[in-house]
């Protein structure tokens, strides 16, 4: 009897040790149950809240379309903005709260950046905020952005979009798409055909052949044509202007009048760029010719007045915060430090176009982004003879109804440059940082007779991304279409 009571004591005590492993493995498979579920509704709360926030920011983008350059909802008042989003099938799923910022200059909005964070009404504890920037895309989207045909050297570097309206024949090394308007053009011996040879939209010995593409939709450059009557009235009231004979700093003139140095090549403003958002000014009275070829016409020999011999000091000026733009009315050498956003305008509302000229190595002070210059002239972007034999340009530089170049020089024959600048006539390497926009052929390396003997004999473009999503004020659109050029969550 003893035996059968001991022996019932234990089935007693392993049906209570099974039945509690039991009851803690159905408490933590429900306890597991229950934070699968906790999380699955956390997980669809926060991508409903995602879309939330996507949802507010397409709103705000057809509020746009339909409101141009209205950053307040129609409501007149600040933000943030509530955005209520319905559940097709009744009810609301959440709203998002929309806060807006236009980034202006001169007092005209340049881009919207919208903020939009969403909230879903599963779960109001998980909030998704999203940020994009709408803007019509710009020029800077390209390394290079041309309107004819061109010929890209064996020791041309390409980083970036290269875009051609002509035909391209691209020899050199691209890293992105080389894109041509057209199916087929007439190669001639300067673009080394001899005889004349039809050739594909891009063709050529370059080793990127994959991103070649041709023919593409033609771009118009007509469309990007800059408006200098409506930049000359922005610098003139906010801005820094440089008329022909004074200069003003946000529509208040500094010093007296002088004796006009616009309306010829021979004179102008040469603007020296500070890293403090200052620019020293500098009146150039006098210049040196030179003879060269020009690239759109390389059967005539010209006089160029790119070498300064005599100027005076202008003065130094702070460029407006509000209004970073520079517009002169005459002829512009450049160079210097680029501090913060501007923008240079060389330009006359009159008959003469005139020039801007690189005349030294363009910098910026910070590489982050927060330093960006655009330059336009009405004509042409040259690189004098008298140069740095290692360049530098940072920037993007646009040549509106010219060519971006370094003209032909030699040093030899009765076109020989003056024996003080013989040694300028070759250079070793040209390196563009940003954009390059030319109407017309580039050309900064010339060969005689397949041999180096004018111009840089490196070059290297490299597309500066930073600046597509936020470029110096006014500079030239690529297209009349407003997008998100950035998008992005916090």
């Not at 209520?84 to 099938?89: L, N, R, S, W």
């Not at 176009?353 to 982050?368: A, C, E, H, L």
């Not at 002239?377 to 971006?404: C, H, K, N, W």
Request: aromatic residues 10%.
């Amino acid at each position: 009897m003893t035996m059968k009571k001991n022996t019932q004591g234990v089935t007693v005590m392993l049906v209570m040790v099974y039945m509690g492993v039991f009851a803690m493995v159905v408490t933590m498979l429900a306890s597991y149950l229950l934070v699968q579920s906790n999380v699955g509704r956390a997980k669809y709360a926060r991508e409903q809240a995602l879309n939330i926030a996507e949802a507010g920011l397409e709103y705000y983008k057809w509020f746009l379309a339909h409101n141009p350059n209205n950053l307040t909802n129609g409501t007149g008042q600040p933000g943030p903005y509530t955005y209520t989003v319905d559940d097709p099938e009744g009810g609301t799923i959440g709203s998002a709260s929309i806060s807006i910022t236009g980034n202006s200059a001169c007092g005209i909005v340049q881009s919207v950046d919208i903020n939009s964070q969403g909230t879903s009404n599963a779960d109001t504890r998980f909030k998704r905020t999203l940020i994009a920037r709408y803007m019509r895309p710009s020029v800077a989207e390209y390394s290079n952005l041309l309107n004819a045909n061109v010929w890209a050297g064996a020791d041309r570097v390409i980083t970036g979009p290269y875009f051609s309206n002509g035909g391209i024949r691209m020899d050199g090394t691209n890293n992105s798409t080389v894109r041509s308007a057209v199916s087929t053009w007439t190669c001639t011996s300067s673009f080394g055909c001899s005889p004349n040879q039809s050739k594909a939209g891009v063709w050529g010995a370059g080793s990127g052949s994959a991103l070649w593409q041709y023919p593409v939709p033609n771009f118009d450059f007509a469309g990007i044509a800059t408006n200098f009557a409506t930049l000359q009235g922005y610098a003139n009231t906010s801005g820094i202007l440089l008329a022909p004979t004074l200069v003003k700093v946000a529509g208040v003139q500094q010093g007296g009048t002088f004796a006009s140095v616009g309306g010829t090549d021979q004179r102008g403003f040469r603007i020296v760029l500070r890293s403090d958002d200052t620019i020293d000014v500098y009146r150039v009275t006098g210049t040196t010719g030179v003879q060269s070829v020009h690239v759109d016409n390389p059967t005539v020999w010209m006089n160029d007045y790119d070498i300064i011999s005599n100027e005076t000091y202008q003065g130094r000026y702070t460029l407006p915060s509000g209004c970073p733009l520079i517009f002169a009315q005459a002829k512009v050498w450049l160079q210097g430090v680029v501090g913060s956003k501007v923008t240079v305008v060389a330009a006359d509302v009159g008959s003469y176009t005139p020039d801007i000229i690189v005349n030294n190595d363009i910098t910026y002070n910070s590489g982050t982004g927060s330093s960006g210059l655009t330059a336009i002239a009405e004509r042409s972007v040259l690189i004098p003879l008298v140069s740095p034999d290692t360049m530098t340009m940072r920037g993007i530089f646009v040549a509106q109804s010219g060519y971006l170049g370094r003209n032909y020089y030699t040093s030899s024959g009765s076109h020989a440059v003056p024996s003080a600048y013989s040694s300028y006539v070759t250079q070793s390497q040209l390196t563009t940082f940003g954009s390059v926009v030319s109407n017309g052929r580039v050309g900064t390396k010339w060969t005689c007779g397949g041999t180096f003997c004018s111009g840089y004999n490196n070059r290297i473009d490299t597309y500066d991304r930073l600046l597509a999503f936020s470029p110096p004020p006014f500079t030239p659109n690529a297209t009349t279409d407003f997008k998100f050029v950035m998008w992005r969550e916090q």
